[in-house]
């Protein structure tokens, strides 16, 4: 079966560094995408990882072991604003572009 | 602004009714998906299209159909409601090649079925 892992809560401080991990077991792996989603709005995307290593978009990083099926969102200097859930997806084949969700994470950021 | 646009936030219905769903984006992409989203359970795939009047099943397609008569338009029916299709629906849009850039997602529709 297909299986994409995710905490379900956690919870930060503002100001400071959140790491949001993703283990994944697919038949098939070509790429992984990180989103954000605001309670009650769409989700939009953050990241795309297909090779193995740290990909950095301004206070967002987001990293992928594709030998471990595993990945993470880092957010740094947290705000208040990134409280959110946070998706982790797989998209099994180079000749689809349908994804696989995990169930996502709720972030809670406290000042 | 690049947009999908769900024609309803929120809809009741009652069970055994037939529910259309709209969906429409102005991006000239290909690929569009149809997601129910569910505490616990996350987005699951109920159908996608490749191209206009093309369709493919995805992970939950019983009880529902999907029909692209354009490119820009995506509709799903559930032909009778049921109880257990209260969900939140949302509907997503990706340009073929390019899914590095992500799905751009509508707004979702939050169905209840009484």
Not at chain 2, 88 to 112: D, I, K, N, P, V
């Amino acid at each position: 079966g297909q299986n994409i892992d995710q905490p379900t809560e956690m919870t930060a401080t503002e100001g400071a560094i959140v790491q949001i991990n993703c283990t994944y077991q697919t038949s098939g792996f070509n790429g992984l995408f990180w989103y954000q989603q605001h309670a009650g709005e769409a989700p939009t995307f953050l990241s795309y990882n297909v090779l193995d290593g740290l990909e950095e978009k301004g206070r967002f990083s987001s990293f992928l072991s594709r030998s471990k099926g595993y990945s993470y969102l880092l957010l740094k200097e947290l705000q208040m604003k990134d409280s959110a859930s946070y998706l982790c997806a797989v998209r099994r084949s180079y000749n689809t572009d349908k994804l696989i969700f995990g169930t996502g994470t709720r972030l809670q950021v406290f000042p | 602004d690049v947009k999908v646009t769900q024609s309803s936030r929120y809809l009741v219905k009652r069970t055994g009714e037939k529910v259309f769903l709209e969906c429409v984006q102005d991006m000239d992409h290909e690929n569009m998906f149809w997601y129910r989203q569910d505490p616990g359970l996350g987005l699951r795939l109920i159908y996608f299209s490749y191209d206009v009047k093309m369709k493919e099943k995805g992970d939950i397609p019983e009880g529902y159909s999907v029909s692209r008569e354009k490119k820009e338009r995506f509709s799903l029916i559930l032909e009778s409601a049921s109880t257990n299709q209260t969900s939140m629906y949302l509907c997503a849009s990706s340009l073929e090649g390019r899914l590095q850039y992500g799905y751009t997602f509508g707004s979702g529709t939050r169905l209840t079925v009484v």
